[in-house]
C-alpha cells in the first residue's frame, strides 16, 4: 500500500526508519498518567481517552492525513511523514478511520514539521470522529478530541 502517513516523534529524515517507540508522557497529564499505568483515562460520560494501543509492538499508519496530523500534534509537536511499510502490513480494528500498522516503516517524505492543530482543525476531525462512532455505535478507539487537547494545551500552551 502506499500514500500512508505516519504523525510522531519530531526530526525524521527521508530514508529513517520509524520503530515501535518508547511511550512519552506528559508530567501531571491525567492521561498520560492512565496510559503509563497501561489504563484508557474515562470521561466523567464513560468516554474513552486515547485508549492504550492494542500492538505496542507495532508503527501505525493511515491513509488519511488530518489523521495523521492529529497523532503529530500529539507528540505534543511532532512531524508527519509519508512512511511506506517495512514488513508485514495489517489493517487496524480500533480506529474510527482507515488505519494499518507494520513492525516498521520507512519515511519517503516529510509532510510538515511541527505540528500543531487549530481549535477549528480539532473541531472538524472531532465532528469527523463522531459521525464515524455513530454508524456503529462507540468505538474502542474514540479519542476526546478537546480534551486531549485541552490536557496537553495546559502543559505546553
Keep these: 500500500m502506499s500514500g500512508l502517513w505516519h504523525g510522531g516523534k519530531p526530526g525524521l529524515r527521508v530514508g529513517d526508519v520509524v ?5 512519552h508522557y506528559v508530567d501531571g497529564c491525567a492521561v498520560c498518567e492512565a496510559k503509563r499505568r497501561g489504563e484508557t483515562y474515562r470521561l466523567e460520560n464513560g468516554g474513552a481517552v486515547d485508549p492504550v494501543n492494542a500492538h505496542e509492538d507495532r508503527v501505525y499508519m493511515t491513509d488519511d492525513r488530518a489523521y495523521g496530523r492529529f497523532y503529530a500534534s500529539k507528540y505534543p509537536v511532532g512531524d508527519l511523514y509519508r512512511v511506506e511499510p517495512v514488513g508485514e502490513l495489517m489493517e487496524s480494528t480500533e480506529d474510527p478511520f482507515p488505519t494499518w500498522h507494520a513492525p516498521s516503516a ?6 510538515e514539521r511541527a505540528v500543531r492543530l487549530t481549535p477549528a482543525q480539532r473541531r472538524t476531525l472531532l465532528n469527523r470522529w463522531r459521525r464515524a462512532d455513530s ?3 462507540p468505538l ?3 479519542v476526546d478530541i478537546p480534551r486531549v487537547a485541552w490536557e496537553v ?3 505546553f500552551g
Design 140 to 142: 474502542i478507539g474514540y
Design 153 to 155: 494545551g495546559k502543559r
Design 19 to 23: 520503530v515501535p517507540g518508547e511511550r
Design 135 to 137: 454508524k456503529d455505535g
Design 106 to 111: 520507512r519515511v519517503v517524505s516529510v509532510a
